[in-house]
């Protein structure tokens, strides 16, 4: 795995050092300078999040009125890197009541050093999440949200979490209901040429769940994946069973789930953290139905006028029901006047981003 960080520096927008972290010896400790002029001084900064001065390649990023840099002399994972650096100001944030400026960083010296030593050993990222950090990181003023009880009585299993076994989800955990919700979230995005035919359709989805269970649960979610479903029909021995099925195109997990039975056996099981959190997120190209069908005809009525018939069709089933339809239809920059003519809803003209909006 390449490294992410040879050094972090956090500077304002001055271009003073507010405090810097050494992780390796490959970069001196007088690569900001270099930074400072070459990016800093320059009508460069902002332009690329990315550039390399001198054999070091700098990677710097604002957040408020601070830039944060990392300096990496070898060949570096960039995206690693600027997941590092959003994750740290989350971590940051969390401890320091929800802001992240100068000020925040010049009244807390002692806590960041401290943190900069436990989310980075030697160039690669550890872990970050604040829950676990909190466990056994507290500073004056920071208490972590899981200990109701005195400070000096020691955590149960914290160690566990901090090794990476569960490490989204402490043990513990009772509630008098378990209770689990799912909400999947999808969007259909289409592209229609002026005879009507589809030229490209996909749909982004995301599985969102809200999880309160007692204990150290295992769950399993079901997909009418066809890959899937062929998989555990050549696993039992059986012939796939009818149905509508699915060719998920691209898939990306939440880091509880266990990859290697998903990638055996098709089948999404996870000890899920405790709360509301984004299981997965998904992408499909193939057997997309569309929701409704556009119909639009435009007349130029004269150098001046121009008329726009649009016509909604539902495609959906009768027992289903559409919430919230909004249409939005471009008009010229020059328009003066429109009128309307709608059989539902209402109409209007938004000049602020020159559309026809029909509610």
Known sequence: MPVAASAIYFLNLR?????????????GGNMVDAFRMHIMQTKELGTCPVRQIGGCSFFYMRISNVYIVIVVSSNANVACAFKFVVEAVALFKSYFGGAFDEDAIRNNFVLIYELLDEIMDFGYPQNL?????????TQEGVRSPFSSKPSDKPVPNATLQVTGAVGWR?????????EVFLDIVESVNLLMSSKGSVLRCDVTGKILMKCFLSGMPDLKLGLNDKIGLEKES?????????????????????????????????????????????????????GVNLPFRVLPTIKELGRTRMEV?????????AKMFALGVVIKIPVPKQTAKTSFQVTSGRAKYNAAIDCLVWK
């Open 129 to 137: 999440s604040p829950e676990i950090l909190k466990l056994y990181i």
């Open 234 to 286: 050549q696993l039992k021995s059986r012939p796939t069973k009818s149905g509508k099925t699915i060719e998920l195109d691209d898939v990306t997990f939440h880091q509880c789930v266990n990859l290697t039975r998903f990638n055996s056996e098709k089948t999404v099981s996870f000890v899920p953290p405790d709360g509301e959190f984004e299981l997965m997120k998904y992408r499909i190209t193939e």
């Open 170 to 178: 402490r043990e513990g955990l009772v509630y008098k209901k378990n």
């Open 309 to 317: 018939n649009v016509k909604v069709k539902s495609v959906f089933g």
């Open 15 to 27: 271009g003073d050092v507010l405090i810097n972290r050494l992780y390796r010896d490959d970069v």
